[in-house]
């Protein structure tokens, strides 16, 4: 008669064992988080979002002929209408086309693990050190054919490091002259960083670097992998590679709206296997890189 009973009670224990699991696995990929918020949006979507949701893909996966390095991050640049990358193994600064071709490759010295790159003003990039968690300013004309780290303005933070787990990607707000500065995971945090770059010598130099804790805490997502920053509505776009999605938050650090990078979403007939960069241009349209060298382009249809 026990052995008889002991069939149920294992297949009980095992049940609770699967989903506990599964409780876990939830918890760690934030998908009861991610859920409730799908259902919210499906219930009233947001008036002020970007409507990301609304974004089909009209470039995919192509890829970035004469790249035979891992793309990482990406931003626009409004003055040259172009886009710019950054290569770590063979560290290079990349210029490319709205279409994702090749215009210009500049070598990087001395910048260790180069992890992110953007556009703060004419000719005026900055680009992160991953490990050491740097933040290196540099000048970019026409006529340069190499950027040393070591003729650069340099703002070193070292907040929780946590070799490769570090600055991930970069967005600026021209207006308020923020710098967002995004840890990918280990912990998972958004940095505001104030007074870097250095623009007016009569005034003293003064870093202010903030944290929005409860913003951080609202993102269901894994990890992050890069930033952009929308002037027109001042939202954030957090991209998280492991979670495949780009998630935007309002000014108060709100989730308004996402775009998913799976296949069937957004369009797309393959999911993004290790999206990178996000940029958006001037008209709103989307550009994403993804590992090693592919090529994406979103747009919301016309009305």
């Not at 989903?19 to 949006?41: C, D, H, I, M, Q």
Request: cysteine-free; aromatic content about 8%.
């Amino acid at each position: 008669m026990r052995r008889y009973l002991r069939l149920p009670v294992l297949l009980l224990l095992s049940v609770v064992v699967v989903l506990l699991a599964f409780g876990v696995k939830g918890y760690e990929s934030r998908l009861f988080e991610r859920g409730w918020f799908n259902l919210k949006t499906w219930w009233q979507p947001a008036e002020q979002s970007i409507g990301l949701d609304r974004y089909q893909v009209v470039l995919e996966g192509q890829v970035i002929e004469g790249l035979d390095d891992d793309v990482s991050a990406l931003t626009f640049d409004p003055d040259r209408k172009t886009l710019f990358t950054v290569t770590n193994k063979r560290s290079e600064l990349i210029e490319l086309s709205l279409d994702g071709r090749i215009l210009r490759r500049v070598p990087l010295t001395g910048f260790g693990d180069p992890e992110a790159v953007e556009y703060i003003g004419p000719n005026s990039y900055v680009i992160t050190d991953e490990r050491l968690q740097r933040l290196i300013r540099v000048r970019l004309d026409e006529n340069t054919r190499f950027l040393d780290a070591n003729d650069a303005e340099q703002l070193s933070l070292g907040i929780g490091l946590n070799g490769n787990k570090g600055f991930e990607g970069l967005a600026y707000d021209s207006a308020g002259k923020r710098l967002f500065v995004a840890k990918e995971r280990d912990p998972m945090v958004i940095y505001e960083v104030r007074g870097f770059p250095h623009d007016n010598p009569e005034q003293p130099y003064s870093v202010q670097v903030d944290q929005d804790r409860k913003r951080d805490s609202r993102l269901f997502v894994k990890d992050l992998s890069s930033l952009q920053f929308d002037e027109r509505s001042g939202h954030l776009l957090a991209l998280s590679d492991e979670s495949r999605l780009v998630v935007e938050l309002d000014v108060k650090g709100k989730p308004l709206s996402t775009l998913s990078l799976r296949k069937g979403s957004q369009g797309l007939q393959k999911t993004v296997p290790q999206a990178e960069g996000i940029a958006m241009d001037d008209a709103g349209t989307i550009y994403l890189v993804s590992e090693p060298n592919l090529f994406y382009v979103f747009k919301q249809p016309a009305d």
